[in-house]
């Protein structure tokens, strides 16, 4: 779909709506990790440097359609005047009504002016026409930079294009532009891992990715699903019953399609779902009548990272098992070291799969890390994305 840019705009003068995703993790008034807020920087910074007023709208938390102190957007506002040191910014008390518009009218060239957050009201997620209308009275030309609300179809991700000219922000089109890029054109081999605990969840991205890889592991605990489709009995371990005849039709597919399906050849069995549980490892002709799967194998961790090592293209979503236990983590961290390891492009999405090699040190290593947990997965399933389908060129344009 073709998209206009930032440089597509000359921004003397105007005011920029930005639709930014500042919906970061806090303690308190302390924020824990501003990767979302470093993630925006380059294009607030271009924008400001053409000359332009810079108006970011964001929605922290789900404060469920009210005003909520926990919830509030100024500590962040706050955070980001210490990340632009040279720049005033400022706080706007909310994101719509007089004291929104008067704020905007006071904003000079140069100057940011940070709204409230956009769930205080419920209009927001309504997609409510005369809210979007409120909200695009404030700006020129509205800016699309939160590719990890792309997947809604909000006020401030798709009303507001109705009202002003629409443009990507940089975090946006790179998102769409590598991701989009692996999926339509990847070098080969191409190998994609997916993980987590349910096929249902992950239906749709199994099924669009199963004709363009060459490889597809699968791990975490959807695995067992496929597992009991083969007629493994997986004991006290999650699967999804109900879910056993598509994994039985997504293993008929990968062999009609020539993509290599490969699963578990070996699990991690503990007695129960706790960090310091009993564990063993057993392979799948000697698996135990009790306890659980938690983690793949060392021999199906050696197994997947030969297949990743040989990989050009790698797109991962989803851990091999409970990573969040350090007990369990072995197989989540032996693939990230893999993927690390990668000549070409590799490609993470998905908050666990994200916080997974973060924790393994590895997020450096990476080619991209995508900002956007639903959107990158709803990406991959093949859909399309309101916030994105709100960038195209309006007729007469």
């Not at 938390?61 to 957007?73: I, T, V």
């Not at 063993?280 to 997947?304: K, S």
């Not at 090592?309 to 007990?327: D, L, S, Y």
């Amino acid at each position: 779909m073709r998209r206009q840019s930032l440089a597509d705009v000359d921004w003397a003068g105007k005011t920029a709506l930005v639709r930014v995703d500042f919906n970061v993790p806090m303690e308190g008034d302390s924020i824990t990790d501003d990767t979302r807020i470093r993630a925006a920087l380059p294009t607030v910074e271009y924008l400001l440097g053409q000359g332009a007023k810079v108006i970011l709208m964001s929605h922290l938390g789900r404060p469920k359609g009210e005003p909520n102190a926990k919830y509030s957007l100024r500590p962040v506002a706050d955070h980001l005047q210490k990340l632009l040191p040279d720049r005033v910014v400022r706080f706007a008390e909310d994101c719509v009504g007089a004291g929104a518009e008067a704020a905007a009218r006071a904003l000079e060239p140069g100057q940011v002016l940070l709204l409230e957050n956009l769930r205080f009201h419920p209009e927001e997620e309504r997609n409510d026409a005369g809210f979007a209308q409120q909200l695009a009275a404030l700006g020129d030309v509205y800016v699309n930079d939160a590719f990890g609300t792309a997947h809604r179809a909000h006020a401030s991700t798709a009303g507001v294009a109705a009202h002003l000219p629409a443009v990507a922000g940089f975090l946006m089109e790179k998102e769409l532009r590598v991701m989009g890029d692996a999926l339509a054109n990847p070098t080969r081999p191409f190998v994609a891992i997916i993980g987590g605990a349910k096929v249902s969840d992950k239906m749709g991205v199994l099924k669009n990715l199963l004709p363009k890889v060459d490889t597809l592991l699968i791990g975490g605990g959807m695995a067992n699903t496929f597992l009991a489709a083969q007629g493994y009995a997986l004991a006290d371990s999650l699967v999804e019953q109900d879910t056993i005849d598509l994994a039985k039709g997504l293993l008929e597919q990968a062999t009609r399609s020539g993509c290599r399906l490969l699963l578990p050849v070996d699990l991690v069995f503990a007695d129960r779902f706790a960090p310091d549980a009993p564990h063993q490892v057993c392979r799948l002709n000697q698996l135990p009548d009790h306890g659980m799967a938690l983690d793949i194998g060392p021999e199906t961790a050696a197994l997947y990272g030969g297949e990743i090592r040989r990989a050009h293209t790698v797109v991962w979503n989803g851990p091999m098992g409970v990573f969040e236990m350090p007990t369990f983590a072995a197989g989540t961290v032996a693939v990230a070291r893999a993927v690390a390891e990668v000549d070409g492009v590799t490609i993470v999405g998905g908050g666990d799969s994200v916080a997974a090699v973060e924790q393994a040190g590895l997020a450096d290593r990476m080619t991209h890390i995508s900002t956007g947990g639903g959107a990158s997965l709803e990406f991959l399933e093949g859909k399309r994305l309101p916030g994105v389908e709100a960038l195209a060129p309006k007729e007469g344009a």
